[in-house]
């Protein structure tokens, strides 16, 4: 096991060195290993690369974010083929129950807030949860596209204000705050959902409260 996981640093080192003159092309390709197989530390590459380059910090946030929502695809098609049992030997029936129930009432808020949150959310769990529960490939695509490119253009912005050292500030306040976060999280999809729920209710009763205009079919034409 230490041999297999030595021999994946080694090659996660090589392919960085590798990727990393490209530029914001590399970083996309990057994001697309991190989302599809191997976990890269995204934030801290991108902080790297902004610090380097701060005038063109958006085009590395747009890139990382488009090959996040290309690689984050593999999983997220391994949770349609089958990953229900997969998803259950990695969490609870109770949380599934509830990543299931959020998914129907507000599926691309539930794919776009956690791919908006730092490491260590289990984002790939709620990859595999959209795929599961059949998400369309277009709302996930677009939910993980726009959460990512958030949580970029905020550690670019931050970086730029503040240094890199700030990333990893926030991954250690991450760390020691992961259930407060989470439950953050919660509390933010659930009021989501409410206002979507009033909203959509309020619609409706204004459709219904429209008179309908008088028929003409019974006047006689003289």
Request: glycine share 8%; with cysteine; aromatic share 12%.
């Amino acid at each position: 096991m230490k041999a297999i996981q030595a021999f994946l640093l080694r090659y996660k080192i090589y392919l960085l060195h590798l990727l990393a003159p490209l530029g914001f092309w590399g970083v996309g390709a990057i994001a697309i290993i991190d989302s599809s197989s191997l976990p890269v530390p995204m934030d801290f590459l991108i902080a790297g690369y902004v610090w380097h380059d701060k005038s063109h910090f958006y085009l590395y946030c747009l890139l990382a974010a488009v090959g996040s929502a290309i690689g984050g695809l593999v999983p997220f098609y391994l949770g349609r083929a089958g990953g229900e049992i997969f998803l259950l030997k990695r969490i609870d029936r109770a949380r599934y129950e509830q990543m299931r129930d959020r998914f129907e009432k507000q599926e691309f808020l539930a794919m776009m807030i956690p791919s908006m949150m730092p490491p260590p959310t289990p984002w790939k769990a709620f990859v595999f949860a959209a795929g599961v529960f059949e998400m369309k490939v277009t709302d996930f695509v677009g939910a993980v596209f726009a959460g990512r490119l958030i949580r970029y253009l905020v550690t670019a912005l931050l970086t730029i204000r503040y240094g890199p050292r700030i990333v990893e500030v926030v991954g250690e306040l991450a760390h020691k705050h992961l259930d407060a976060m989470l439950i953050g999280l919660g509390a933010i999809l659930a009021a989501l959902a409410i206002v979507m729920l009033r909203k959509s209710l309020g619609r409706k009763k204004t459709v219904a409260e429209v008179p309908e205009a008088p028929s003409n079919s019974g006047t006689l034409v003289k």
